[in-house]
């Protein structure tokens, strides 16, 4: 959704400063996306990304099973660090 704000500012040749005031982005973004635009090239996320994030693998899911039986005591972080795991797994699931 920023990422089309920013594009349509673009197209309406609004100011980098001001487009960073209106859409609360940095100018760093701006001129990526410019970049981006000049070159012809996508501003969609690519298909991986955010991969590296999502372990929700059959084995991995039985891992934390396994942990949780094992020890009631440990919260899901532990268990989640524990198994090497993004910190970020515990609170997608």
Same mark, same amino acid.
């Given at each position: 959704?920023?990422?089309?704000?920013? !594009?349509?500012?673009? @197209?309406?040749?609004?100011? %980098?400063?001001?487009?960073?005031?209106?859409? =609360?982005?940095? #100018?760093?973004?701006?001129?990526?996306?410019?970049?981006?635009?000049?070159?012809?090239?996508?501003?969609?996320?690519?298909?991986? !990304?955010?991969?590296? @994030?999502?372990?929700?693998? %059959?084995?991995?899911?039985?891992?934390?099973? =396994?942990?949780? #039986?094992?020890?009631?005591?440990?919260?899901?972080?532990?268990?989640?660090?524990?198994?090497?795991?993004?910190?970020?797994?515990?609170?997608?699931?």
């Amino acid at each position: 959704m920023k990422i089309q704000r920013i !594009s349509n500012l673009l @197209n309406a040749e609004v100011a %980098a400063k001001d487009t960073v005031r209106i859409v =609360k982005c940095s #100018e760093s973004l701006i001129f990526k996306l410019k970049k981006l635009k000049k070159d012809g090239q996508s501003q969609a996320r690519s298909p991986s !990304s955010g991969g590296h @994030n999502k372990k929700r693998m %059959a084995e991995f899911l039985e891992a934390v099973t =396994k942990e949780i #039986e094992e020890n009631t005591t440990l919260n899901m972080k532990e268990i989640i660090k524990k198994l090497e795991g993004s910190p970020w797994t515990a609170h997608c699931q």
